[in-house]
């Protein structure tokens, strides 16, 4: 199908683990984001790619991690999760950058860190 | 500091009426402004767009109204339906800022049969 698809929808994870969230887009689009939403702050950006092998930081990117080998593939990686990390978190595309090109959501992972 | 905000957390209208949803930006250098829709579980998806060389900006039931010398805009859903109902963020960008889209903290519009 075509759009931007990310995985799991839901995980559950322990304080300390390493666990990566998965973004795929089929729109060959050539930045992608990261966002996190939490109650009372709305839609934070963590991290950002303008093409493949060029990433630069948000507004949040304390304890992530990203990578882009690929220009379809945006993963993020919480490289040891803590309890503040819980939150949905939004993968988004765009075909130029996010400044006059609207940006394409995926449906969020829903991230717990217990 | 918050460079876009949104003092409403909710908003309740009647199906039919007007539903006017409010933004404020902080940072001057802002020149590109978006609306985003959110339904739950799902991720947000765009709705209009409004450059600063324009003060309105017009699509179907939509409009946008910027206001620079207030740093202002609003979204303006004519008439609201109950399909309506979502949560509604404002963000805000600037030239030179390719990827950092700043957005608001949202308003929940509720639009009532």
């Known amino acids: ?114 | 500091d918050q460079q876009v905000k949104q003092n409403s957390p909710s908003l309740s209208v009647q199906e039919g009426r007007i539903s006017i949803l409010n933004c404020d930006y902080t940072n001057s250098m802002f020149d590109y402004f978006l609306w985003y829709k959110k339904y739950p579980a799902e991720g947000p998806t765009f709705l209009i767009s409004i450059s600063s060389i324009k003060d309105k900006n017009e699509d179907g039931r939509f409009t946008v109204f910027l206001n620079k010398s207030a740093k202002h805009l609003s979204l303006h859903i004519v008439p609201s339906q109950p399909g309506d109902s979502a949560v509604y963020f404002c963000a805000a960008n600037r030239w030179g800022s390719q990827g950092n889209l700043i957005f608001g903290k949202g308003t929940k519009l509720s639009v009532k049969p």
């Open chain 1, 1 to 114: 199908d075509a759009g931007i698809t990310q995985s799991p929808r839901y995980k559950i994870t322990e304080t300390g683990r390493q666990v990566t969230l998965m973004c795929h887009q089929t729109w060959s689009h050539s930045y992608m984001f990261w966002y996190r939403q939490d109650l009372g702050h709305g839609l934070r950006l963590i991290y950002y790619s303008a093409a493949a092998d060029i990433t630069d930081k948000g507004e949040v990117p304390d304890g992530y991690v990203v990578s882009r080998s690929k220009t379809e593939n945006f993963p993020l990686t919480l490289e040891s999760a803590t309890r503040s990390q819980t939150s949905v978190y939004f993968c988004a595309s765009s075909e130029h950058s996010a400044y006059n090109s609207p940006l394409h959501f995926g449906n969020g992972t829903r991230l717990t860190v217990t």
